[in-house]
C-alpha cells in the first residue's frame, strides 16, 4: 500500500464518514426487513380478514408477493 492511501484513510472526517454510511446502511437493512414482515403478515390474512380491512385481494396478492429489496419509495423516505 502507498503511504498516499494510508494519508487519505486518515484524514479527517473519513471515519465520521464512513460511520454515518454503516448508519444509513443498517437503517435500510432494518427497513427492508420490517417490509418483508409486514407482507409475510398480509399474506397470512385470510380472505374474511383482508374484506374486513377493505383490501383489496389482488392487491395484497400483488404486494405480498414483491421482492425483498423491492421496497415503495414512499418508504424510503424514511430513512431520512
Not at 21 to 43: C, G, M, N, P, S
Request: aromatic share 4%; proline share 4%; no cysteine.
Amino acid at each position: 500500500m502507498s503511504t498516499t492511501f494510508l494519508n487519505g484513510w486518515r484524514a479527517a472526517g473519513t471515519r465520521e464518514r464512513l460511520s454515518a454510511d454503516l448508519t444509513r446502511w443498517v437503517a435500510y437493512l432494518e427497513l427492508v426487513l420490517q417490509v418483508r414482515r409486514e407482507r409475510q403478515a398480509l399474506r397470512r390474512l385470510s380472505p374474511h380478514q383482508i374484506a374486513d380491512l377493505g383490501l383489496d385481494p389482488g392487491a395484497v396478492v400483488h404486494e405480498s408477493g414483491r421482492g425483498m429489496l423491492d421496497v415503495p419509495r414512499s418508504r424510503l423516505g424514511d430513512l431520512g
